[in-house]
């Protein structure tokens, strides 16, 4: 009996690992999508905060993409050792969600903040438009900083799932098209039709799909 299940059991595992693997994808273009989402969102928060659409886009790049760069760095050391990244990716998905959606708010109150600090130094306009970047900036960090830690959890997970150049190529292709799905529609459908705050709880509900995924993928692929 024992012998019969074998073969069964090998023909299961590829199957899995191939389920596994398409979830894992799902995960990583909902969280593609997510992200490119926050950004349309706070470079129109910030362009009626600072009053420039240039002066928004440069500081909510600067922010994402040293979020990304820390989030990378900081993953990098550590992802070696983690015994379930699928797992844990979904777990920072999750906390993507809460500081995502968290951002818009709080994007509002940096900028009161902002008029108390200025107006307690004197500051002038140039130094005013350097205080409303720099409380702006500080609250994008965070989530950008989520957002780079993901992309290694799952470059991780998808190697030890499918092999590295499978991994490589799958994870970057899904990850690009889903973010260029979520800057065309937050740009072009979402926030013009429902506003900041209806954009930001799409994001948010993209964020928790990619982590159900990542969590149904760790599940497969024991």
Known sequence: MSARLKPAAAAAAPLA?????ALLLTAVGSAGVASLL??????????LSLGST???????LSAFLAGLAFGSWLAARRVDAQ???????????????????????MLEYAGRAYVL???A???????????????????????ATLFGVAFPLASSAAARIAGPERAASGISAVSS??????????????EPLFGIT?????????????????WMAASRAR
């Open 54 to 60: 240039a002066i928004a886009g440069a500081t909510m």
């Open 83 to 105: 015994g379930t990244p699928l797992r844990s990716l979904a777990m920072l998905e999750v906390g993507a969600a809460v500081v995502g959606a968290l951002s818009v708010p």
């Open 177 to 190: 098209f889903g973010s260029a799905i979520g800057a065309a529609l937050g740009g072009l459908l979402l």
């Open 198 to 214: 209806g954009a930001a709880i799409v994001a948010v509900g993209f964020n928790l799909l990619a982590a159900t995924a990542a």
């Open 117 to 119: 600090t200025a107006s």
């Open 38 to 47: 926050y950004e349309v969102i706070w470079v129109r928060q910030l362009a």
């Open 121 to 143: 130094l004197g500051a002038g306009p140039d130094l005013s438009l350097v205080l409303r970047a720099v409380f702006s900036l500080i609250v994008m960090l965070l989530p």
């Open 17 to 21: 690992a191939s389920g596994a693997f």
